[in-house]
């Protein structure tokens, strides 16, 4: 019997085959196996996307004060974000470990990641309280887990034979967050991504939405996490929607960073309303909006954009309150006093590259910054000393010309180097050789245009032109009163 194959693209790039005989698709319960698959096939993706992560080890201190630095975040990504910043910063994993294995304690019930994260304190600091394992608190918690895992697992079989939506919906729910709080992430989604099909009212399937978003972006599955944003704001308008827009504006925002879309990251950023407050801190905080945001339009806004989008931005106030070294940042960048902006990103550096969503982008987004840098310092100028640029950006002659030397090469700056004379010139336009090719170029588009008209002529004196009737002529009459766009004519062979 012949089979249809489909094929599930992850974000990755990786293609998942699942075959099924045409006998299979009509069979319910083949069509959940199918959904099973797919799932799989996804949590798979996000392994892979996990291993090909690179590991930055920053080696001194960040300017903020980890203590106070956590309580801008709340739920399971404090654990998170303290075990990456263990992970990347020698100077500060004890402490780190620490209010991580305190939090893991108290608010999970996470067992892997206890042992793990006390494992890791062992070998840096074994005379800490911390790093002895707790193992009565192991058991005690395995034991709790399993009991609550079966527990919902046989509620959720009785909801499902008993046929009622809403039953089964909350049975879900409760086992996806039950998941969710021993750390398997994997198995939150499925429960998560099974509520779509018990759904009854617009907001069921927006609070699913949410649950599903919040674990994806835990993942780093951030493809599934944007299929999920469309689904919420493609619902019908509402009150429960309006208030969680704003999380879905910072959600998609994310989405463009991790994918490298640094100006529809910066613009998504910049939309996010400033009602949002400390409802999203169990992903980014507030200040975490105003970093990317603000990094990212230095490395793709022009300098108008850069002032009525940020600089200027009421809307957009409130989180640069947050942050005003960045502020301070982008108004030296606007007013081309490039040196002081450059030294407040370096002395900062180490604060973004121990951040969980920011880190692999730093490196990037500060290139970017100083070729667009570079580029606007020397728009104006037809000659330019390299003294000069090397005073302004704070650096040695030679580095700005092997600097200058790349971003020539790259076409990123249109000018030549004169390593004689320490000057960087830009390329002289002919103008009358531009103008001569203009007008060849307007010159071969008038023949071509008269040709098809000769031709359209010709066709009609020789009566091959191809006639409306009057039904048709009708209906495009009372298409264009409607403001109705006209539909193609198809070639019916006449020719």
């Not at 990037?364 to 070729?371: C, D, P, S, V």
């Not at 650096?395 to 004689?420: A, K, Y």
């Amino acid at each position: 019997m012949p089979t249809s194959c489909a094929y599930v693209v992850g974000s990755n790039s990786s293609i998942h085959q699942v075959t099924r005989s045409k006998t299979c698709m009509k069979s319910p319960r083949n069509t959940k196996s199918l959904k099973r698959s797919l799932e799989t096939a996804a949590m798979d993706d996000v392994e892979m996307i996990d291993e090909k992560r690179s590991t930055i080890v920053v080696k001194e201190l960040p300017q903020f004060d980890l203590e106070s630095w956590i309580q801008n975040y709340s739920g399971n990504t404090q654990i998170v974000r303290l075990l990456f910043i263990a992970e990347r910063c020698p100077e500060l994993a004890v402490d780190a470990l620490k209010a991580a294995i305190t939090l893991i304690k108290e608010k999970s019930l996470d067992v892997r990641r206890y042992s793990d994260a006390v494992e890791h304190l062992q070998r840096i600091s074994p005379d800490a309280v911390e790093a002895k394992l707790d193992d009565q608190w192991i058991e005690q918690t395995s034991r709790k887990a399993r009991s609550q895992t079966e527990k919902l697992e046989s509620e959720l079989k009785s909801y499902r034979n008993n046929l009622i939506k809403e039953s089964i919906r909350m049975g879900h729910d409760d086992l996806g967050k039950h998941y969710y709080n021993i750390g398997d992430l994997s198995s939150a989604l499925k429960s998560y991504s099974r509520i779509r099909d018990y759904c009854t009212t617009p907001t069921h399937i927006l609070s699913m939405c949410l649950e599903v978003i919040r674990v994806s972006i835990e993942l780093h599955n951030f493809s599934h996490a944007q299929a999920y944003v469309i689904k919420a704001q493609g619902l019908a308008d509402s009150p429960e929607k309006a208030e969680v827009s704003p999380i879905l504006q910072a959600s998609n925002a994310l989405v463009s960073l991790d994918g490298g879309r640094y100006q529809d990251a910066a613009t998504a950023f910049l939309n996010v309303s400033p009602y949002l407050g400390m409802q999203y801190n169990y992903i980014i905080a507030p200040q975490d909006i105003a970093t990317y945001a603000t990094l990212c339009a230095l490395a793709t806004f022009s300098r108008q954009q850069l002032r009525s989008s940020l600089l200027d931005s009421p809307s957009f106030k409130p989180f640069l309150e947050y942050t005003p070294h960045l502020l301070t940042a982008a108004e030296a960048f606007y007013g081309s006093k490039y040196s002081t902006c450059f030294d407040i990103l370096e002395k900062y550096k180490n604060d973004f590259l121990l951040d969980i969503y920011l880190s692999e982008h730093v490196e990037k987004l500060y290139k970017a910054i100083r070729q667009r840098a570079l580029t606007q310092f020397f728009l104006p100028f037809q000659k330019v000393s390299l003294e000069k640029m090397a005073s302004v950006f704070a650096t040695s002659v030679e580095t700005m010309e092997d600097e200058l030397v790349g971003l020539i090469q790259q076409g990123v700056i249109d000018g030549r180097l004169d390593t004689q004379d320490k000057l960087l010139a830009a390329k002289q336009k002919n103008q009358r050789t531009e103008l001569f090719v203009k007008t060849r170029s307007m010159a071969t588009n008038y023949e071509t245009t008269a040709k098809l008209l000769l031709t359209h002529v010709k066709l009609v004196r020789a009566g091959l032109d191809v006639k409306q009737g009057k039904s048709q002529i009708q209906t495009q009459q009372e298409q264009v009163d409607s403001g109705e766009p006209e539909p193609m004519i198809e070639d019916d062979g006449a020719f």
